[in-house]
């Protein structure tokens, strides 16, 4: 499907509207979801569930869209899901090490 729409999805997705687009939504989500109260339901990476790190996992592919933060995208899933900041940081960073390798 890529090969078949390449170029409506690099006209679409890869111009400064889109970018700038979703670095103002993410900046503003960012901002919601820190600043909400939340309760936390899991403390440490080890507490986390497979259903956990498959929602933030899903998240991630928000950052897909040009102009979004992975980290980011992670950090706000975790946070949402009810992981506790260091936790939400933890998942994200063990989530990139895959990216960073290869």
């Known amino acids: 499907l890529g090969v078949i729409f390449a170029d409506l999805i ?3 997705l890869f111009n400064a509207i889109t ?13 919601w979801a820190e600043r909400r109260e939340h309760a936390v339901r899991t403390e440490t990476v080890d507490d986390m569930t497979w259903t956990d790190a498959l929602k ?6 928000l950052a897909m869209i040009p102009g979004t933060s992975r980290s980011g995208s992670t950090i ?3 946070l949402l899901f009810g992981l506790s900041r260091k936790a939400a940081t933890e ?9 960073m390798v290869g």
């Open 10 to 12: 690099h006209h679409y």
């Open 19 to 31: 970018v700038a687009t979703a670095l103002v939504i993410g900046g503003v989500i960012m901002l």
């Open 56 to 61: 933030i996992g899903l998240v991630q592919c």
């Open 76 to 78: 706000i899933g975790g």
């Open 91 to 99: 998942f994200s960073f063990f989530l990139a090490m895959p990216t």
